[in-house]
């Protein structure tokens, strides 16, 4: 008998839900963008290969030099011919020089911007999840927070929304360190010291990325992963590293989903 796919978990609340729709849109973005980038550079290639074997005449230039420059057009094409003289080509051949290698290098642009995505669907599932929780088990709400009578009598029609959203906000502000607390102390969840260990280190890089675009503080090159390379101070995120970024983040929350499932559904 041919064996059975394995059935995808879909988990039980709304936030995992939600979040594998982010993780499919991610994936896709990786995808897809790649695609793009990698099709802009395969232009500039072709041009610079028109252009590389160009090189400027040696010494000063001349007081009298004048550009020579002009397109020819044949009868019945599209294409253009550019006629220039040897130092006038090889500043083109420069600015198509320096575009291809910004071009090459704004893959890692397009990884940056993903991986405080990811990061970002984390918090995201989080939030969602008690959100949906604290709507599904009212007693979640008795905590030590306060709230005067002056916000009571304010929202005496509407207070155990208010009350949820005063939490919600409060989750939103989390270090990572507080949420692992939060988790702990609300639902009794914990990560494996090493999925934790993991999670401190993608969110140390999402922080990088988000607070400074990338850029490193000489104290901070010893902590940065050395699957990461730096360059300029610069962080360089690989299409690799993502995707060790996304499965990790993925299997850290359908962790949490599993546990929720069991306890309240």
Same mark, same amino acid.
């Given at each position: 008998?041919?064996?059975?796919?394995?059935?995808?978990? %879909?988990?039980?609340?709304?936030?995992?839900?939600?979040?594998?729709?982010?993780?499919?849109?991610?994936?896709?973005?990786?995808?897809?963008?790649?695609?793009?980038?990698?099709?802009?550079?395969?232009?500039?290639?072709?041009?610079?290969?028109?252009?590389?074997?160009?090189?400027?005449?040696?010494?000063? %230039?001349?007081?009298?030099?004048?550009?020579?420059?002009?397109?020819?057009?044949?009868?019945?094409?599209?294409?253009?011919?550019?006629?220039?003289?040897?130092?006038?080509?090889?500043?083109?051949?420069?600015?198509?020089?320096?575009?291809?290698?910004?071009?090459?290098?704004?893959?890692?642009?397009?990884?940056?911007?993903?991986?405080?995505?990811?990061?970002?669907?984390?918090?995201?599932?989080?939030?969602?999840?008690?959100?949906?929780?604290?709507?599904?088990?009212?007693?979640?709400?008795?905590?030590?927070?306060?709230?005067?009578?002056?916000?009571?009598?304010?929202?005496?029609?509407?207070?155990?929304?208010?009350?949820?959203?005063?939490?919600?906000?409060?989750?939103?502000?989390?270090?990572?360190?507080?949420?692992?607390?939060?988790?702990?102390?609300? %639902?009794?969840?914990?990560?494996?010291?090493?999925?934790?260990?993991?999670?401190?280190?993608?969110?140390?890089?999402?922080? %990088?990325?988000?607070?400074?675009?990338?850029?490193?503080?000489?104290?901070?090159?010893?902590?940065?992963?050395?699957?990461?390379?730096?360059?300029?101070?610069?962080?360089?995120?690989?299409?690799?590293?993502?995707?060790?970024?996304?499965?990790?983040?993925?299997?850290?929350?359908?962790?949490?989903?599993?546990?929720?499932?069991?306890?309240?559904?």
């Amino acid at each position: 008998m041919p064996k059975r796919k394995p059935k995808v978990y %879909i988990g039980s609340t709304r936030a995992y839900g939600r979040y594998l729709d982010h993780h499919w849109r991610t994936g896709a973005l990786l995808k897809v963008g790649l695609l793009g980038l990698g099709q802009e550079v395969d232009i500039w290639k072709t041009m610079y290969k028109k252009v590389r074997h160009i090189k400027a005449p040696r010494g000063p %230039i001349p007081k009298t030099y004048q550009p020579q420059y002009r397109e020819e057009r044949a009868d019945g094409s599209d294409g253009v011919t550019l006629i220039m003289d040897p130092r006038t080509g090889a500043g083109h051949r420069k600015l198509i020089e320096e575009a291809l290698t910004d071009y090459k290098k704004l893959r890692f642009h397009h990884f940056s911007i993903l991986a405080v995505s990811i990061w970002a669907g984390f918090e995201t599932y989080i939030s969602m999840l008690f959100q949906e929780l604290l709507e599904m088990v009212p007693a979640m709400l008795k905590t030590s927070n306060t709230i005067t009578f002056h916000e009571a009598i304010d929202h005496q029609d509407d207070l155990q929304p208010y009350i949820i959203d005063r939490i919600l906000d409060q989750i939103g502000h989390f270090t990572l360190k507080e949420m692992l607390s939060y988790l702990k102390s609300r %639902i009794n969840f914990s990560f494996t010291p090493k999925r934790e260990k993991d999670l401190e280190e993608y969110y140390l890089i999402r922080n %990088i990325l988000s607070h400074s675009s990338g850029q490193i503080r000489p104290t901070q090159r010893q902590i940065i992963p050395k699957a990461l390379a730096v360059v300029d101070n610069e962080i360089r995120i690989k299409k690799s590293y993502l995707e060790k970024m996304q499965l990790g983040i993925i299997s850290a929350i359908t962790s949490i989903e599993r546990h929720v499932e069991q306890k309240f559904f």
